[in-house]
């Protein structure tokens, strides 16, 4: 997991992005995963600082920066990340699975570098020319009868590899923490009033009786009960067996 | 990486989007990364199959399942994930991070299971009642000042981390290498037949009947029951409510 202040130092570049709603839906995975710097490469529309798809990220597009070219987009950088795929295009530069991506890039960050990742836009992906600033081609592992991803996606798969993907685990917390498990004996109790339900329904043949009380048994333990699962299964059982005998 | 044929035994469920374009950015993530069966849930707009965003998963879309719930489209399944954010909500399963998820689906897969991961709306996520059919929540480690995700994007990221990004499958083993897991649509009628039993012997007050079946629903899928535990649990029930009928 990449620290705050390591993400502040990474650039988004989207170059000739043509809908808006791409250029906001990349904003909004930026904010979705603690990125802030963006820059936009000669937009097809305008306006996209309007965007209606930048949810949450509204200031992060109105503060994004505009640039002529992603050379001048990603001239602090000191390793710069194009995307894409190789289904139509041979690389020039070496490849990096995103998958690998992670390290490559907290290393740069560890010693103190600048790193962009550049998309670039919707029809074609980058240009051989827009390459030509990148260090390394990431390439996102798709499908091959199906490569091409929207650009927002493609963004947010990006950054959810770097961001939330790479290294430490999300501490969640145990899964139920204020349950114990349910004892040897408060499971036999349990089933013996199971046993004894069993009995009062006429569920099964005396001469199969013990051979179903063991199951039972068996059964209980290897679902893993808690004290307040079994406390509850007896009152039910305990409930049953009073109907039924009454 | 999963191969084609554990991807073919993954569902995708979404439940109640509002938006035909994000159905169609789902689609076109799931054609990306070799994912083909989609289940919509009870959608906003009825003409969400013509989505113009499912560019190169046109079949797909016209191929998906309706269903009228959440439980109706995973009944055949044997893994119920839900997706979601921890910001709103107390979870009542088992939490995994997005990046642990590869391993635990690979081994249901392994094991012969079917999996399903669902996805709620775009405004709300999934509902609590929703949650109630799934035994696991996966929550994509986002920023907690912006977690919301758009759907699409998060669809993305999910099908990512389980196709490309999740390494060779974890081999566990099969706790019973003869026992399949039971399905989603098994324990709801188990649930049902207890729900039923419940109430022919007045278990509880009228008024916690709702949240004894919530409770019970969730009960039985932490459990792991097998198919056979669940046909005899079945049977067990069946017999005590013939009983307490006559």
Redesign the interface.
């Known amino acids: 997991m990449l620290t705050a202040g390591q993400l502040d130092r990474i650039e988004i570049v989207l170059v000739k992005p043509r809908n808006p709603l791409n250029i906001g ?1 990349a904003a ?2 930026m ?4 990125f802030s710097h963006l820059s936009v490469v000669a937009p097809y529309e305008p306006h996209w600082r309007e965007a209606q ?1 930048a ?3 509204e200031s992060l597009l109105q503060n994004a920066k505009s640039a002529e070219s992603p050379a001048e987009a990603t001239e602090d950088c000191t390793l710069v990340i194009g995307t894409g795929t190789l289904v139509h295009r041979k690389a020039e530069q070496p490849v990096v699975a ?2 690998d991506l992670g390290g490559r890039v907290a290393s740069e960050l560890d010693r103190g570098g600048r790193v962009a990742l550049v998309f670039g836009s919707e029809k074609r992906g980058l240009t051989r020319d827009d390459f030509a600033c990148c260090h390394l081609l990431a390439v ?4 091959p ?6 650009l ?3 963004v ?2 990006c950054l ?2 770097l961001a ?2 790479a290294g430490a ?2 501490l ?2 145990p ?1 139920n923490p204020d349950q114990h498990p349910a004892t040897s004996g408060e499971l036999d109790r349990l089933a013996g009033v ?1 046993d004894d ?2 009995l ?4 099964s043949p005396d001469e199969m009786r013990e051979a179903n009380r063991h ?1 039972l048994r068996l ?1 209980l333990r290897r ?3 808690n004290e307040t ?1 079994a406390r ?1 299964a007896l ?2 059982f305990r ?2 067996l ?3 005998k009454h």
């Open positions: 839906a909004r995975a904010a979705n995963f603690g798809s949810v949450g990220a995103l998958p996102i592992p798709t499908h009868q199906q490569p091409s991803m929207n927002g996606q493609a947010a798969v959810y590899e939330a993907r685990p999300v969640l917390g899964e199971i339900v069993m009062a329904c006429r569920y199951d059964l679902l893993a009960l699962d509850r009152g039910v409930r049953i009073h109907k039924l």
